[in-house]
């Protein structure tokens, strides 16, 4: 079974500074999607990024970024210029693609909780 | 827009009572629905996957005849909290896979349920 970790349960950033959530998973697949999710006070769940494992490019989106590092099963995000709407719960999740009865399936991490000083 | 409605958002009923909550997929046809249970500052755990038109796979743990699964339809499935007790209070959350090519997990917004 695959398992994902996410070993900061809190961290925190002032505004327009960077800051980088670790997660790292393990699986036995070479087939899978990476994600990070963003829940805020409200708890809906906002996809923020997504990595597919056959893509060597790291994935961005605007002020996002990820470090994927796929030989050692690590998967960070970088937050760039962070703004007090960032703050929130986010989620590192992975989904194999191997089809059968765990297709689609979502595996979360533990989650950081993620402050934005002004 | 939402693509995928989850309703009710908010339940407040007395111990005993069963209570069903609805996931529909608005502007997609999903074939599988899964549903996720959460604590307060904690992570999603798995409860089930909805098949439609069979059974739904439970998570170990997840007692079936607690939680009961139907997914009648190809943009309906729903959970029905059977005899809800206190412990059952929490967060429950529906997404539905979107098969097409690249098309992302949708969520909908979540129940609030809390078991007097």
């Known amino acids: 079974a695959q398992t994902v970790t996410q070993s900061q349960p809190e961290m925190s950033v002032q505004e327009a500074e960077t800051v980088t959530l670790s997660c790292t998973y393990d699986?036995?697949?070479?087939?899978?999607?990476l994600f990070w999710y963003k829940q805020p006070p409200s708890r809906q769940m906002i996809l923020v990024i997504r990595q597919e494992a056959y893509k060597q490019q790291n994935a961005t989106e605007n002020r996002f970024s990820v470090n994927f590092q796929k030989a050692a099963k690590s998967f960070s995000l970088k937050i760039s210029d962070s703004q007090l709407g960032d703050a929130a719960m986010y989620f590192c999740a992975y989904r194999s693609d191997a089809g059968g009865t765990s297709y689609g399936k979502l595996t979360f991490g533990q989650g950081t909780i993620l402050t934005v000083h002004p | 827009g939402a693509v995928v409605s989850q309703h009710p958002s908010r339940v407040i009923c007395k111990s005993g009572t069963s209570v069903k909550i609805e996931c529909r997929s608005l502007d997609f046809q999903a074939t599988t629905m899964f549903w996720y249970r959460q604590f307060p500052k904690k992570s999603l755990m798995l409860m089930a996957t909805?098949?439609?038109?069979?059974?739904?796979?439970?998570e170990q743990g997840v007692e079936k005849d607690k939680f009961l699964i139907n997914h009648a339809s190809l943009t309906l499935s729903t959970l029905t909290v059977t005899s809800a007790h206190p412990e059952d209070s929490s967060f429950y959350i529906c997404s539905a896979r979107d098969l097409r090519a690249e098309k992302p997990q949708h969520f909908g917004d979540g129940t609030r349920l809390s078991i007097l």
């Open positions: 909805s098949n439609e038109g069979s059974k739904a796979t439970y």
């Open positions: 699986t036995s697949e070479s087939d899978y999607y």
